[in-house]
């Protein structure tokens, strides 16, 4: 794994003195979404693959070692190469699964 | 300061936003072909894009001396239409010559199936015929990792590819690195939701250095900025860089890139430049 300590220009307190307050909000909507997950009046979906690669990203972010942000990206990414012998959707999901169920938003979204 | 977007996709824009862009330094785009949001219904409604691509919108961008030029293709999305696929790959030969056209683009892959790849393949195979630049797609969310992979090694297995005339585009932290090492530009869209934000995009020019990256919109229909750049330009100052490092990655580099083409004509400072 390449090192790239020393290579953001500011300083640890210099980091948090100018963007702490926009990452401890995103902290908190990110509590709150899974507060409301838990709330959910059906709980139909305890284990997608969602929620699944979520939570295996979350440990990530507290555990040690550097490249959290590739880490959680390729926790995020379907890593079998083999090409799909035809198109089971015209959109991504956002993380892998096999076999991939319809998706809810094939006629909206997926402008590249 | 002056920048170039070198993927903007403006035919879904409206003239406010090359207002906006040339207010904010934009002196050139490019716009890649791509989807429309739904599947074209045949060949001749592609006929049309590219008409569109290379007449009304070098049109409308000149009045705001923007320079507008183009990419051509049957874009990935609906690359799995094989038959579809041969139908455009034909027309788009007749539209090469026109002035603003630079290349194929974007071609690549959407879900990594096995019609995407022949599509892109042949893609390749046109713009190695007629010596032109190649802008690459590279898929979604979790696709990206699988599709870049797949793109990469093919084109590094074949040797006619020159990596200094391919650019790699929508790269993040899990792609840029095999990206680069192959010798191919890489290039970091600035999307609120998906993609890199202008902060991850700094993030990774930190790390990797700023050889052979560049940044664009890539504003389109979707939820995008089209003065996204700015944006960047504005946090990389935040974040201390210096005007030379910025400049570099907003005008220089894509300037270098783009200047293989003998059609690019490189935009001067406060100078409108006409393609005609």
Redesign the interface.
């Known amino acids: 794994m390449d090192d790239y300590s020393n290579t953001c220009p500011l300083s640890q307190k210099q980091l948090l003195d100018d963007y702490f307050m926009d990452h401890r909000a995103q902290l908190l909507a990110l509590a709150a979404f899974l507060d409301r997950f838990e709330r959910s009046n059906l709980r139909n979906a305890e284990t997608d693959f969602r929620i699944e690669a979520f939570k295996e990203a979350l440990h990530l972010l507290v555990g040690p070692g550097p490249e959290r942000a590739r880490r959680v990206q390729l926790v995020m990414s379907d890593q079998n190469l083999d090409l799909l012998d035809v198109r089971d959707s015209q959109s991504a999901y956002g993380a892998p699964v096999h076999p991939a169920p319809a998706h809810p938003h094939d006629e909206q979204e997926g402008a590249q | 300061m002056n920048y170039i977007d070198l993927h903007a996709?403006m035919i879904?824009r409206t003239t406010d936003d090359y207002h906006r862009m040339a207010l904010t330094g934009c002196v050139a785009v490019t716009e890649?072909a791509?989807?429309s949001?739904r599947d074209r219904l045949g060949p001749l409604a592609f006929a049309d894009y590219f008409d569109h691509l290379t007449t009304f919108e070098p049109a409308r961008a000149r009045q705001y001396g923007v320079a507008h030029y183009t990419w051509l293709c049957l874009?990935?999305?609906e690359g799995?239409d094989r038959e579809l696929a041969r139908q455009v790959l034909a027309l788009i030969p007749e539209f090469l010559d026109r002035p603003t056209v630079l290349g194929i683009g974007?071609i690549g892959l959407?879900?990594?199936?096995?019609?995407?790849?022949a599509t892109f393949l042949d893609h390749v195979e046109l713009a190695l015929e007629h010596h032109q630049l190649i802008h690459i797609?590279t898929?979604?969310?979790?696709?990206?990792?699988?599709g870049t992979?797949?793109i990469v090694e093919a084109l590094a297995r074949d040797p006619r590819i020159d990596p200094a005339r391919v650019m790699v585009d929508h790269a993040?932290?899990?792609t840029a690195?095999m990206i680069l090492e192959h010798g191919f530009w890489t290039g970091f869209t600035l999307y609120p939701r998906t993609k890199a934000s202008p902060a991850?995009a700094l993030?990774m020019i930190?790390?990797y250095g700023p050889e052979r990256l560049c940044v664009a919109s890539?504003c389109?229909?979707?939820e995008?900025d089209p003065v996204a750049i700015p944006e960047f330009i504005l946090q990389a100052r935040?974040?201390?860089?210096g005007d030379l490092l910025i400049e570099q990655m907003v005008y220089g580099n894509p300037a270098r890139f783009l200047s293989q083409s003998p059609k690019f004509k490189l935009p001067r400072p406060g100078v409108a430049v006409s393609t005609d």
């Open positions: 996709h879904s890649p791509f989807w949001g874009n990935p999305k799995e974007e959407n879900r990594v199936t096995r019609n995407e790849m797609h898929p979604h969310l979790e696709d990206k990792y699988k992979k797949v993040e932290e899990h690195p991850r993030d930190e790390m890539a389109d229909w979707g995008s935040r974040r201390g860089h």
